[in-house]
Each structure stands twice: as C-alpha cells, then as structure tokens.
T-cell receptor, first 113, second 110 residues
Framework: NAGVTQTPKFQVLKTGQSMTLQCAQDMNHNSMYWYRQDPGMGLRLIYYSASEGTTDKGEVPNGYNVSRLNKREFSLRLESAAPSQTSVYFC????????????FGSGTQLSVL | RKEVEQDPGPFNVPEGATVAFNCTYSNSASQSFFWYRQDCRKEPKLLMSVYSSGNEDGRFTAQLNRASQYISLLIRDSKLSDSATYLCVVRSGGSYIPTFGRGTSLIVHP
C-alpha cells in the first residue's frame, strides 16, 4: 500500500522554466492538498481539492495552478518558476468531511536558480 | 495574530525527562485538533488526535483547553528517538483547511 506518492523527489529549475509536480493517492481519499514548507514558516497551504472536480486557493496560491485529474491524482504546476518558489513541497490527502487526518507524500525539494 | 501559534524551541531535554508543549489557536470556532511529528527532511506524520476530554497514547498525552484556546502535548520518559519537530494542526468548523503551526523542535540528549 503506497499511500501518497509524489514525484519528483528533487528538481532544479532555472527562473522562468515551468514544471508540474505529480501526486497520487491510493487510499480512495476525497480531499487532497498541496503545501509548501520553508524554514521558520511551517507548512503553508497552496491549493486544496475538497473533492474530485473542485479546487480552491489556500494561503499562498500566487504563481501556482492545480489540476484534480481524477479522485487519485492532484498535480501542482509552476508556469514560470521564480527563486521565491524554492521550497519543499508536500502533497497530502484525507478522507474529507469530519475525518481530517492528513497523510503526506515524501516531499519534493525544489530549487529555482 | 497568526491563527495557530507554537513556541519554536528548541526544547533541549535529557533522556527520561518529561516535557510539554503548548499550541494556541485564535479561532474560537475551531473543532478539530491534532499533533503531527516531523523528522528532519521528512514528511509530517500523525502523532495523535486531540479530544475534548483529553487522550493518552503510551507516553504521550494530549489535552484541549477550549476556554483558553490551546492544546498541549505531554511526553513522559523522553527517548532519544522522540527528537523531532512537533506540529500542531487545527481545523475550524465549516472549513476544509487544516492549519499548521510552525512547529516546536524537541532535542532529547543522552
């Protein structure tokens, strides 16, 4: 049982390049989330999807787009990467509704030069 | 005021010590509370939920104080392996968004 799988684990981009972070969960969860974690800042929500077919902005959505491709997959896209987007990105999922326990992927270390 | 606040620490304690962390939240409508553990460069993992009546899981005890709007985590008989960052998570009623505190760093030394 893989849980939440994120790819890639590491990525280096040049300013202005684009890329998509992939996330898939095999727990039949309804809700999925993308967080970024910066030193001293804790985890900040970028976007979330409460259920298949819906997406909403979180605390720090600027510079990002998301797609909830199906119930399993939730991708995060950087259209034009900036050095300020250097961070560790975590995807998470939960059953949704009243059960909010989050299960995280192993993270993506992204550096934008 | 940040919605969820934690003392970043680090809390530096010897093996066998008892240590407690608090986490304050600003939204009185908050309904769900959790403690997560995060090891260096790893993903957060659920440590325990926090129930209104308080709950215990082995050496770990979590409590909720709604009147003062804080939750606490007590670790008894600290082990070296307890060294990690402990994240407080709060969800407000009607919201799908779990909000994280910045975490409290614990270092347990021999």
């Amino acid at each position: 049982n893989a849980g939440v799988t994120q790819t890639p684990k590491f990525q280096v981009l040049k300013t202005g390049q684009s890329m998509t972070l992939q996330c898939a969960q095999d727990m039949n969860h309804n809700s999925m989330y993308w967080y970024r974690q910066d030193p001293g800042m804790g985890l900040r929500l970028i976007y979330y999807s409460a259920s298949e077919g819906t997406t909403d902005k979180g605390e720090v959505p600027n510079g990002y787009n998301v797609s909830r491709l199906n119930k399993r997959e939730f991708s995060l896209r950087l259209e034009s990467a900036a050095p300020s987007q250097t961070s560790v990105y975590f995807c998470a999922s939960s059953e949704g509704g009243s059960n909010e326990k989050l299960f995280f992927g192993s993270g993506t270390q992204l550096s934008v030069l | 005021r940040k919605e969820v606040e934690q003392d970043p620490g680090p809390f530096n304690v010897p093996e066998g010590a008892t240590v407690a962390f608090n986490c304050t939240y600003s939204n009185s409508a908050s309904q769900s509370f959790f403690w997560y553990r995060q090891d260096c460069r790893k993903e957060p993992k659920l440590l325990m939920s926090v129930y209104s009546s308080g709950n215990e899981d082995g050496r770990f005890t979590a409590q909720l104080n709604r009147a003062s709007q804080y939750i606490s985590l007590l670790i008894r008989d600290s082990k070296l392996s307890d060294s990690a960052t402990y994240l407080c998570v709060v969800r407000s009623g009607g919201s799908y968004i779990p909000t994280f505190g910045r975490g409290t760093s614990l270092i347990v030394h021999p």
